[in-house]
């Protein structure tokens, strides 16, 4: 047995030698395919009589009217411009060119290519030094904190401008959070429970709300479906409150049911602005709750207070849940800088900075907001509106597009009310790029941007916005290789129609320049190989 174990990793170890072998000489065998074929052509010159073919095709070739290359050099334009436009719409779609992601995925392992075996990469920690990449997903979708009410919100939208804000992807992650939250206690689904478990999974919204009915029918105190009601049936805020009340009046000791209630219920008040109300229920909810923090239920409350002007409560706050230890969050990077910025805004003037430089606080300001645009990049162009902002979705990936419009949905008013603020991050934000490192497998502050918020994003933002990309992608070298083949050949095309006889007396010089060397190759072989040598290679 020992044996046998021992001779496993020789003969692993030998295959994966193998591999790498034919893999790094593969380079070198098209070189010498390429050098045989040189050869077979010379060797079979006579006995295929291809001297006398070439010429044949030369005085065919010489036939052909100025219309024949006219209309060959603007097919192959034609097409040339056709899978250009396939690829820069599968790159606009997708982020990639599909002729490389064919490329990839099929002739890379005819080539010998593999890929690392390793999953789990490297990150860079804070201090430059190289961690483990942790086993959670880098594009792991989170839910909203302040995520809107579909029935008065999403829904009046949708009636205004004929859009769905919601793409059908969040709101599947939704039914599967409410499936999730609201099973209740109990060991067996009760009857009304079932129904609601399957009206949180319909797509239509009044198959939803008649499931929820159908539970009430079943159960007058079935808080589930007063909460689904609230949500989805209610046209107002204060509808909303009004059935969030109900369900928190008949919810009993539910702890998912509770929280979900309660929060929704603060939020209500901070909509209705009753903004005193709505801190104190979510305080109360925090001291209630202290080990749900990944509810983001601070994210709620730093909003709150920011309305309120507190900015001492807010900085206790962020000093809690700004910890190293703690997940970051677009809310919690750019509120502090938020903090920062506003001491010293107002009289921030960058010609002054430029000629005295920047003051200890002022600098403070700049590098925090340097660490909140490495945190989220696509903040700033919201917050200066150089983008416009759409409904924000009720999931959200962190340092991705879509956290991007929920913080500044509800934050930019925040911004614009501390005089200068903006104007600071309009004057320092783009200097982060240069503290980054580039390529971007090195974080400054933070573990590396990851690669896959894009794709994320696409699913979780609709389809009529466009969603902003970080890093930008350079563009794939085949929709650069397509677009120089269009344009030259119809240029070809042009050159050709216009000047025939010029252009055939060009062709002519092109192309015995590019034969010359392979007859100054022929003429060497010949002095240098005697002719009995190819007199028999002839024969055979």
């Not at 929280?259 to 209630?288: F, Q």
């Not at 107002?346 to 909140?372: C, Q, Y």
């Not at 010089?509 to 002095?527: I, Q, V, Y």
Request: hydrophobic residues 45%; glycine residues 4%; aromatic residues 12%.
């Amino acid at each position: 047995m020992e044996d046998t174990a021992d001779s496993n990793p020789q003969s692993l170890g030998f295959t994966e030698k193998l591999k790498s072998w034919l893999s790094w000489s593969w380079t070198y065998v098209c070189f010498i395919w390429f050098g045989m074929v040189l050869i077979m052509i010379y060797v079979l010159w006579s006995p295929l009589k291809l001297q006398e073919t070439l010429s044949s095709a030369s005085v065919f070739l010489n036939t052909l009217t100025p219309k024949f290359y006219v209309a060959l050099t603007g097919t192959s334009s034609l097409i040339s411009g056709l899978i250009l436009i396939f690829e820069w719409w599968y790159f606009r779609k997708y982020g990639t060119s599909f002729i490389e992601q064919v490329s990839v995925s099929h002739l890379r392992p005819l080539l010998g290519g593999v890929e690392s075996s390793s999953t789990t990469g490297l990150f860079a920690s804070v201090n430059g030094e190289a961690e483990p990449r942790p086993s959670v997903s880098e594009c792991k979708v989170w839910r909203n904190p302040l995520n809107l009410f579909r029935g008065a919100e999403y829904n009046r939208y949708t009636w205004v401008t004929g859009k769905e804000p919601l793409t059908y992807y969040d709101m599947n992650l939704s039914a599967q959070d409410h499936q999730t939250f609201f099973t209740g206690d109990t060991p067996q689904l009760r009857p009304e429970d079932a129904v609601m478990q399957k009206a949180w999974r319909e797509r239509n919204p009044q198959a939803r709300i008649r499931a929820a009915y159908q539970a009430i029918e079943m159960n007058h105190e079935c808080a589930a479906a007063y909460v689904l009601l609230a949500e989805e049936e209610a046209t107002t805020i204060t509808e909303a409150e009004r059935l969030f009340k109900k369900a928190l009046s008949i919810a009993g000791k539910d702890i998912n049911l509770l929280v979900y209630i309660k929060r929704r219920l603060a939020m209500c008040a901070r909509k209705l602005g009753r903004i005193k109300e709505a801190v104190k229920m979510m305080r109360d909810l925090m001291k209630e709750f202290p080990l749900l923090g990944m509810l983001n239920i601070h994210e709620n409350l730093l909003e709150a207070l920011l309305e309120l002007q507190a900015y001492a409560d807010v900085q206790a706050v962020l000093a809690k849940y700004d910890d190293i230890s703690l997940p970051k969050s677009a809310t919690i990077c750019y509120t502090s800088a938020l903090l920062k910025a506003r001491a010293v805004s107002d009289k921030f003037s960058p010609e002054a900075a430029s000629r005295r430089g920047l003051s200890t606080a002022e600098m403070n300001a700049v590098e925090a907001i340097h660490r909140a645009v490495e945190f989220n990049p696509h903040v700033p162009k919201y917050l200066l509106e150089m983008k416009s902002l759409i409904l924000p979705p009720e999931h959200i990936l962190k340092r991705g597009d879509s956290e991007a419009v929920a913080y500044a949905f509800f934050h930019l008013q925040h911004w614009k009310r501390a005089e200068g603020a903006l104007n600071l991050l309009h004057c320092t934000w783009e200097g982060t790029f240069r503290i980054i490192p580039y390529p971007l497998e090195k974080g400054h502050l933070f573990y590396p941007y990851p690669g896959c918020t894009e794709t994320a994003d696409r699913e979780l933002l609709p389809s009529f916005h466009e969603v902003s990309v970080y890093p930008k992608k350079e563009l794939p070298f085949f929709i650069l290789f397509t677009a120089g083949l269009c344009s030259f050949t119809a240029m070809l095309a042009m050159l050709t129609h216009q000047f025939p006889e010029l252009m055939g007396v060009f062709a002519k010089a092109f192309f015995s320049t590019l034969f010359a060397p392979l007859g100054f190759f022929a003429d060497k072989m010949e002095n240098f190989m005697p002719s009995s040598f190819w007199h028999q290679l002839t024969r055979i």
